[in-house]
């Protein structure tokens, strides 16, 4: 997902290259609008075919994908460490005020509780749709680099089917909402305002589209919203935005990532 390139100013020739074009308008297949959403469809029969689907072809697309950073990262292995520090500042300015459990949605493997949440929290509790992944996290976060007794549980499945229950200081979801569809996104976003301690912060992190259209990629089966339709759906959902910035220094040519800290409505 990090390496995803915004399709409205960066194409790739024959030989992999990128180069900017405005290509927006070239691509009618790829984009589809927040109305014809997977999860909206119009009659219950046709939702029925397209919402699993959608989490399917999402399933089967990430089981072929290596349990490393560079697949984490789409091949973009080298932005890890900007990308950590862009995180790392982003909750030093937030001032989380518990620091007993977290929790990483659609966690891989453990590449955020590794190197972001685990130095921060005395537990970390991950969520992960892919088996090898989660067990691949396993292995990594109790290495002998990462703090000993950092991890807590581990549930393998889908964010749409996850209902914590446990109560969080923090919970960090990066680079995953977009395998949702929007009526699980605001679903997923309501069980989270419900599983957290009084003044812990639930932040997601996440590539947003520059227009204002809902782009669906067939490959990895997931959409990327524009900013405005992710601080819509957490409004609905019961969240204010306490805090929002944009990642800076990831390479040029890839969809803007934002950082977004909410609270519950009081
Ligand atoms: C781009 S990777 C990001 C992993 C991790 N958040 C990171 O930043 O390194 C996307 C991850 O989301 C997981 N994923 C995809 N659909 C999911 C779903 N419905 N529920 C939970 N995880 C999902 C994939 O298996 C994959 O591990």
Known sequence: MSYKLDSEVVTMDEDGLRFSQDCKGQMPEGIIHEKESPGQASSTSENEKVVPEFYNKAQKYWSEVPATVNGMLGGLGYINAIDIQGSKIFLRELKVPGKKLALDCGAGIGRVS???????????????????????????????????????????????????????????SQWVLGHLTDPDLVAFFRRMRLSLQP??????????STSKEVIKDDED??????????????????????????????????????MIACKPKP
């Not at 130095?119 to 976060?141: G, H, I, S």
């Open 199 to 208: 003044g812990a912060y639930f932040c997601i992190k996440e590539n947003v």
């Open 114 to 172: 590794c190197n972001l949440l685990i130095p921060l929290f005395e537990t970390v509790d991950l969520v992960e749709q892919d088996a090898a992944f989660a067990e691949k996290a396993r292995e990594l976060c109790t290495s002998e680099s990462v703090r000993r007794n950092g991890l807590g549980e581990i549930y393998n499945l889908g964010l749409q089917e996850f209902s914590p229950t446990n109560k969080y200081d923090l919970i960090w």
């Open 221 to 258: 089966s997931s959409v990327t919203r524009p900013l405005e339709l992710y601080e819509r759906f957490l409004k609905e959902a019961g969240f204010r935005v306490a805090r929002k910035v944009r990642q800076q220094n990831f390479p040029k040519g890839l969809f803007p990532v934002y």
